[in-house]
């Protein structure tokens, strides 16, 4: 039996979840190689630890809508005019690859749940059980309950006619006990670390119940699509579980598999009952009926594997406990998937998707969810000593047809198993053994190896294997150790002379350190190669995302064959794990019910030739039409920072990109108000203040403001972006446009109509308006004052450990057009799912007790935009994995909650929580792919497409809708979960709701794959990165130019939030004037 060392896939070692279960299959709930956003922020420089609380929001003493003088908190967004959508794209790409994810798929709460990732103490206000001020400072109010409002409740709000003061009945404060408490389960545990588990939900949340299905939709035309899902037929066994218990313990699930495999080898027959079991690799073992012991002690021999032939192969003992723990029900799955029980029994889906993991695991080397293998498709090089490895990710989940798995491919990024000098020239592009390795490409080659394992290659067949971890601060022919007790010391190089006639040729490089830094041993680069098989998951750059999405980008006919050739590859009918259990898999993809929803007539300024628009197949163009709203841009001036565009060359631009933005319907000066100004890139912070003060001499004494700066880059621009970002809107209080050389020197009437399009919202102008918002024909929009809500939190990078997580709120600011979002950023401790700073609590040494927070800024806002106070709220929540649904909705319903009870006594609209999931796994196609009618022109469903059958949740309010036309590979169907809603929504409505909302994206003319206010919420926590302090440590961030300047610091709490043992830093404050428009796009 070979003992095998840890299998280098970097999961990370996290605190196991147990209520009687035992550890979660799976990795970490990231588990792809960089953020969807990574490839779709182009090149943006990321910045390690920054810090508290987070921005400080807009709060009040005691109750009431008028805003304090608190300096609100921020908004964000991600792209100036450069990072055009490519056709609006919620991630740049139709269908990028399923591995591509960053923060892993949605662990289902009705399939397999991961373990929860929550990073640091969350502490601030507002947060109960947190370490902030209390919530209960101030006039104290009983937070909601979570069940759906009350029958009371409820005719409370159907029989009072659109009230202009929306009451609440006594039965809102009934309404109010429970939360709190459930809110108190949220126990985060584990403080000091950084990737903490949160622990289940108490037994109150057994009385949270998310919103049954409201009946099918019916509205559109009807059509059958297929979907990669297939049929499981659920075994009639009666299954059991197993404590298992190791010792030694070891952290690696590859070792334990060895010794579990071994002890099955040997005993299956005389002691297991012939029983084949399935092992989780953790704490947990289960069987198709009963072993012949409820307890029993074995001891297992292992043989290191690394010493191969010649030596003496290291002996490791275990001990083995198995202990019967409990039987899994699959009766009550039965029930629950036949829609007669509400909560989905989590130990009968683990067992039945640890048993189908079982062979995979044994055959490829698994990744979160996914399987990957050299053997399963080319591997592709991506460059820097990266490899391409293809795979598929399986998952068995609760639905509508019964059990079903999805299966889908994938692509992930593997180290190369090249030598390591051949990787080191990889990586640093270029001939390592020309002139001495500078500081940087030591930094660099420090961090791509250290934590890889390699092994020997100077010792014949014996391949000794070692994890690095680091590199020698000395060159190979400086280095000396001690030899014997006296301190004999003897250089490496004579060293490996003497002992094994190795000469070593690259003397100048740093030796390989390895094992512990108390006894640190030396390997020479040369004898080192990488072992095969180990996925790289730090942070990938941009040649080798490119490269990535070329090899996973597949058009929707050949992915389907290539998912229905894994599927029969896998041959589960041969399985010996399913045979033994009793499981069947269809090997036909599951065919589908789905509506086609009709796009929505747009609106556009009556002085247009085309007054509206009707777009067709997901797009529409702005010829003949003006904005609907243009804004005025009197005064404006242009930088340009790239070397190869001239002064006329740049003036020539700007006056082509004024005319369209004229043609387009904007009131936009022809002339600027100084001419371009060249200014080096490296200059960036005094190139920008010394043009913003020379125009404002000109424009102060007529009482004016410079409206826009346009900025022209270069098209690689490193952290120039993200600088001038930064400066010009926490300092300058300016907004902006950047342009790339490449479309200066093109000047397309297509690139400057979406530049005009992009300058127009962040002027405070509109682009279009939904006919059915003018007309008040919308749904529970139209009636009464409706606020839309989108929230996202975006989390660092892979490798990046210390960088906060960034939560951005946008909420609605015209009604009743729906279409202006004012958008608020903070920064809060690392992996932090839960938006810390919706609602919070301080005490001010002048004003008392204060609140605020996101939701209550944004509310005020909207009452100052619109005059009126809004009576509905509709919440889409982006990035929520469904193993978060209940902590998510909990926390942040509460926040909202009491956000409207701060303002107002008995203010509490009714709330619909909606969770908008773009990474999940799940692909719709085609009936027919040669049907023309039925497909788009990259051959994917037609965009208005709505699943809510079959392949949906048993009893729950969901949907898939494709809401985007493909542009290339695959669409990804977006995914609405309701988890909430008081304003009692019918299928229909919701899904044309949220549908004709994807054609109002202010960015371009296409409809897009998420609703535009997650979308939003999106760029805004992206943009928000670049206002984070530049930190030059080589912790794993790529580093920006010098900290720019500051705005004045917000007032309100400045107490650091803990996280870990860093604290998060608040990020500087936007000035006013860029917060009242959608300066994010």
């Given amino acids: 039996m070979v003992f095998v060392l840890e299998n280098g896939h970097s999961h990370q070692a996290v605190p196991m979840v147990r209520k009687k279960r035992t550890g979660f299959p799976g990795g970490p709930d990231c588990s792809g190689p960089a953020e969807a956003s990574s490839f779709a922020g182009h090149g943006m420089p990321q910045h390690p630890e920054r810090a508290p609380m987070s921005q400080q929001h807009g709060g009040g003493r005691g109750r009431g809508w008028a805003p304090t003088n608190a300096q609100s908190s921020q908004q964000g967004g991600r792209g100036g005019g450069q990072y055009q959508s490519r056709g609006g794209q919620y991630q740049s790409r139709s269908g990028p690859s399923s591995e591509y994810q960053g923060r892993g798929g949605p662990q289902p709460r009705g399939g397999v749940p991961q373990q929860q990732y929550y990073g640091g103490r969350r502490g601030g206000s507002g947060m109960v059980g947190g370490r902030g001020d209390s919530v209960a400072a101030g006039p104290s109010r009983t937070a909601p309950e979570l069940h759906q409002a009350t029958q009371v409740y409820r005719q409370a709000t159907q029989t009072t006619p659109f009230p202009s003061e929306p009451s609440s009945s006594q039965s809102a404060e009934v309404v109010y006990a429970q939360l709190e408490q459930q809110v108190q389960h949220l126990a985060i545990q584990g403080q000091g670390s ?61 070792v334990n598999r060895a010794v579990m495999a071994e002890l099955v080898t040997l005993y299956r027959e005389s002691h297991l009952g012939s029983r084949l079991p399935a092992y989780d690799g953790r704490k947990s073992l289960y069987t198709a009926g009963p072993l012949p012991f409820s307890s029993k002690n074995f001891e297992i021999t292992l043989y290191d594997e690394e010493d191969g032939l010649g030596g003496q192969r290291r002996e490791r003992l275990f001990k083995v406990v198995i202990k019967f723990a409990a039987r899994a029900d699959l009766h009550h799955l039965a029930m629950f998937l036949a829609g007669r029980q509400a909560d989905a029994p989590q130990e009968a889906l683990q067992v039945l998707d640890i048993v189908l993991r079982e062979l995979p695991t044994a055959r490829y080397s698994p990744v979160g969810r996914s399987f990957y293998s050299p ?149 020479p680069m040369e004898v080192c190669k990488i072992v095969e098989g180990q996925r790289y998951s730090k942070r990938l750059n941009e040649k080798q995302i490119t490269a990535l999405l070329k090899v996973t980008c597949q058009r929707p006919q050949e992915r389907e064959l290539d998912i229905l050739q894994t599927v029969h590859h896998n041959a589960y009918y041969e399985d010996p794990y399913a045979q ?103 200059h960036v912070e005094r190139a920008l203040k010394a043009r913003y003060h020379d125009a404002m001499n000109v424009l102060k004494p007529q009482g004016k403001e410079l409206d826009l700066l346009i900025v022209i880059l270069p098209d690689n621009n490193g952290s120039l972006y993200g600088d001038l970002k930064r400066i010009c809107e926490t300092d300058l209080g300016l907004v902006s446009q950047c342009c790339l050389t490449k479309h200066v020197f093109k000047m397309s009437k297509q690139y400057l109509a979406n530049v005009a399009l992009k300058i127009n919202v962040k002027v405070g102008g509109r682009n279009t308006v939904l006919m059915d918002a003018l007309t008040r024909r919308i749904p529970l929009v139209s009636d009464r004052p409706t606020i839309i809500f989108g929230a996202d939190v975006t989390h660092p990078h892979p490798g990046e450990d210390l960088s906060p997580s960034i939560a951005a709120v946008v909420a609605s600011q015209d009604w009743p057009e729906v279409t202006k979002y004012a958008g608020l950023v903070s920064a809060q401790a690392h992996r932090q799912e839960l938006i810390q700073d919706l609602f919070k609590v301080w005490h001010d040494p002048q004003r008392g007790t204060v609140t605020g927070g996101m939701i209550k800024e944004l509310l005020i806002s909207f009452k100052r935009a619109t005059g009126q106070k809004p009576q509905r709220i509709i919440f889409y929540r982006d990035g929520v994995s469904e193993g978060q649904f209940y902590q998510v909705l909990l926390y942040e319903l509460d926040a909202i909650r009491k956000a409207c009870a701060s303002l107002e006594p008995n203010y509490q609209p009714p709330v619909t929580f909606v969770v908008v999931q773009k990474r999940h796994h799940t692909r719709l196609f085609a009936n027919n792919h040669n049907d023309q009618r039925s497909v788009d022109r990259s051959g994917n469903i037609l965009p208005g497409t709505v699943v809510d059958s079959k392949i949906c949740h048993p009893t729950e309010f969901d949907f898939y809708l494709c809401s985007h036309a493909g542009i290339q590979g695959t669409s990804r169907p977006a995914h609405y979960h309701v988890l909430w809603d008081e304003n009692k929504f019918t299928a229909d409505a919701l899904q044309s709701l949220t549908n004709n909302l994807c054609y109002t994206y202010a960015r371009c003319t296409r409809s897009v794959s998420i609703v535009p206010p997650a979308y939003y919420a999106h760029l805004a926590a992206f943009r928000a990165r670049f206002y984070m302090e530049p930190d030059n440590s080589d912790s794993g961030s790529m580093v920006s130019g010098p900290a720019a300047g500051r705005g004045a610091p917000s007032s309100g709490p400045r107490s650091t939030r803990a996280q870990g043992n860093v604290a998060v830093r608040p990020l500087p404050a936007l000035k006013e004037n860029v917060k009242r428009v959608m300066f994010y796009c």
């Avoid at 059958?224 to 579980?241: C, G, M, R, S, T």
């Fill in 194 to 254: 950084t990737s903490q588990a949160i622990q289940p939900v108490g037994s109150s949340s057994k009385s949270l119940r998310f919103p049954l299905r409201p009946g099918k939709g019916s509205f559109g035309d009807k059509c059958i699509v297929k979907a990669n899902h297939f049929f499981a037929e659920l075994p009639d066994k009666d299954l059991h579980q197993y404590d298992v218990s190791i010792t030694p313990e070891v952290t690696s699930r590859g």
């Fill in 375 to 523: 053997n399963l498709g080319r591997r592709q090089q991506l460059g820097e000593g990266l490899e391409s490895w293809r795979g598929f990710y399986q998952s068995i989940r609760p639905t509508q047809m019964g059990l079903s798995l999805n299966i889908d491919m994938s692509s992930t990024a593997f180290i190369e198993p090249l030598p390591v000098i051949d990787f080191v020239a990889q990586l640093l592009n270029k001939d390592i053994s020309a002139r001495p390795l500078s500081d940087a490409d030591r930094v660099k080659i420090k961090k791509a190896l250290r934590g890889v394992k390699v092994e020997v290659t100077h010792r014949g067949n014996m391949r000794r294997k070692y994890r690095i971890s680091g590199l020698t601060s000395q060159a190979t022919r400086e280095l000396t150790f001690p030899v014997d007790d006296r301190g004999t010391m003897k250089s490496v190089v004579q060293y490996f002379q003497e002992t094994y006639g190795f000469n070593i040729q690259h003397t100048t490089l740093p030796c390989l350190q390895v094992g512990n830094q108390q006894r640190p041993n030396y390997l």
């Fill in 580 to 682: 033994e259990f009793g499981i069947r898999i269809d090997e036909r993809l599951a065919s589908v019910e789905a509506r086609i929803l009709p796009a929505p007539w747009l609106k556009y300024h009556d002085t247009g030739r085309e007054k509206d628009c009707l777009p067709r197949v997901g797009q529409w163009n702005m010829m003949n039409k003006k904005m609907v709203n243009g804004g005025r841009v009197s005064n404006w001036t242009c930088i340009n920072f790239s070397r190869s565009v001239q002064d006329s060359a740049a003036r020539g631009f700007c006056h082509e990109l004024a005319v369209m933005c004229q043609v387009s319907g904007m009131d936009f000066a022809l002339d600027p108000v100084l001419p371009p100004l060249t200014a080096r890139p490296e």
